[in-house]
């Protein structure tokens, strides 16, 4: 009897040891894939913020305030109604449909609420073109300038038109989150265009 005991509560003994060492074996592969996915998600994130931010275009001249470029943007959905402006000798196009948003659905975010800051003239590093145009930039949490975009509300994956009622202002990282899945509100402000006022600098219309 006494040795059957002892027999059993060795055997017993080395099942929990068996038992304790594969617990500890998988906390300690949850934590290493955790850590993993962590990892992976700031890399996701710090791609995101390369790619929204200034780094893919080249500058030029300084930082403009919003109350400074909201009234000159201005113009009407469709080809040909093209307007340009002229800042230090570089000809801006001021109707298009991302500055457009800005101006409808306002300078904040419309999921997380950063707010944008300043504009600024700038081109793509990459590709032919060396005509400039306006970005709008916050920053994030961290300090880092963060590129604001104009995004479909309705995605066009979904059959969402690509007309002005259908964009709302979106931050890089927010509109990369979104990807093609449907808005569920964030609906834009419907502020009248034709408010505004009229630009005082020299414009040109193609």
């Not at 290493?32 to 931010?53: H, I, N, P, T, W």
């Not at 569920?184 to 265009?193: C, P, Q, T, V």
Request: proline share 1%.
């Amino acid at each position: 009897m006494g040795a059957n005991f002892i027999l059993g509560f060795i055997a017993g003994a080395a099942a929990y040891r068996i038992f304790h060492r594969i617990v500890i074996e998988f906390k300690r592969l949850a934590r290493k894939k955790l850590k993993k996915a962590e990892k992976e998600a700031e890399r996701k994130e710090k791609s995101q913020l390369r790619r929204g931010s200034c780094l893919q275009y080249v500058r030029k001249g300084r930082r403009y305030k919003i109350e400074e470029v909201l009234p000159l943007i201005k113009g009407k959905e469709g080809k040909g109604n093209h307007r340009y402006i002229w800042l230090n000798d570089d000809k801006v196009k001021v109707s298009s449909q991302r500055l457009l948003t800005f101006v409808r659905s306002g300078v904040k975010c419309q999921r997380c609420g950063i707010e944008g800051i300043f504009f600024i003239k700038e081109r793509h590093r990459k590709g032919d073109t060396k005509r400039f145009h306006l970005n709008l930039y916050a920053f994030n949490e961290h300090g880092s300038e963060i590129l604001m975009t104009s995004d479909h509300i309705m995605p066009k994956a979904h059959g969402g038109s690509n007309g002005m009622k259908n964009r709302q202002t979106l931050c890089f990282r927010c509109n990369c989150n979104k990807g093609s899945t449907r808005e569920k509100g964030g609906r834009m402000k419907k502020n009248d265009i034709s408010s505004l006022n009229p630009a005082t600098h020299d414009a040109s219309t193609e």
